[in-house]
């Protein structure tokens, strides 16, 4: 089973902009949340630190990430070890930005992709690869793992037979 780590970025234009009302949109809806509960497409706490401070308690959206916060999981022993040795090359270290650091804010880049590399799966993201950066491509770039865009994963979750 191929199991895909969504960045917070994916769940920002799901939930912000994909409809919810539509037979077709409550397929996709209802193909996306067996795949959750299947445990195919998953995210890290990190994520959902970022969408918390995001979305107020009532919002819909909130309500549909606490309803569905069991996808987002806490980085395993091996996922740690994983960030270590990222850690251990400078540029990697720039993946957490300073201003994440003084603010107490969640970085969830290398713990998306620490998580994709312990499973073998694959990153979802919006973020594009840039030269001598610490942006998630290039994170997963370093790590050998495969990333994804929107589009990409969208076209997985819409050919997903419904349940």
């Given at each position: 089973m191929m199991v895909y780590i969504l960045d917070t970025n994916i769940?920002?234009?799901l939930l912000d902009h994909?409809?919810?009302k539509g037979v077709y949109f409550k397929q996709v809806w209802q193909a996306f949340e067996n795949g959750i509960q299947k445990g195919i497409y998953q995210s890290v706490d990190e994520?959902?630190?970022?969408?918390?401070?995001?979305?107020?308690?009532?919002?819909?959206n909130m309500q549909w990430l606490k309803a569905?916060?069991?996808?987002?999981?806490?980085?395993?022993?091996?996922?740690?070890q994983i960030i270590r040795v990222l850690f251990q090359k400078p540029k990697m270290r720039e993946?957490?930005?300073?201003?994440?650091?003084?603010?107490?804010?969640p970085s969830a880049d290398p713990y998306i992709?620490?998580?994709?590399?312990?499973?073998?799966?694959?990153?979802?993201?919006?973020?594009k690869h840039k030269p001598h950066?610490?942006?998630?491509?290039n994170i997963c770039e370093e790590l050998g793992i495969q990333c994804i865009t929107y589009d990409d994963?969208?076209?997985i979750v819409s050919n997903e037979e419904v349940d």
């Open positions: 769940f920002r234009k994909f409809p919810k994520c959902y630190n970022e969408l918390s401070a995001r979305y107020d308690d009532k919002n819909d569905n916060k069991k996808m987002f999981l806490a980085p395993t022993n091996e996922e740690s993946s957490i930005h300073t201003k994440n650091i003084i603010n107490n804010r992709a620490a998580k994709a590399k312990a499973l073998s799966g694959i990153v979802v993201t919006e973020e950066s610490a942006q998630l491509p994963f969208m076209e």
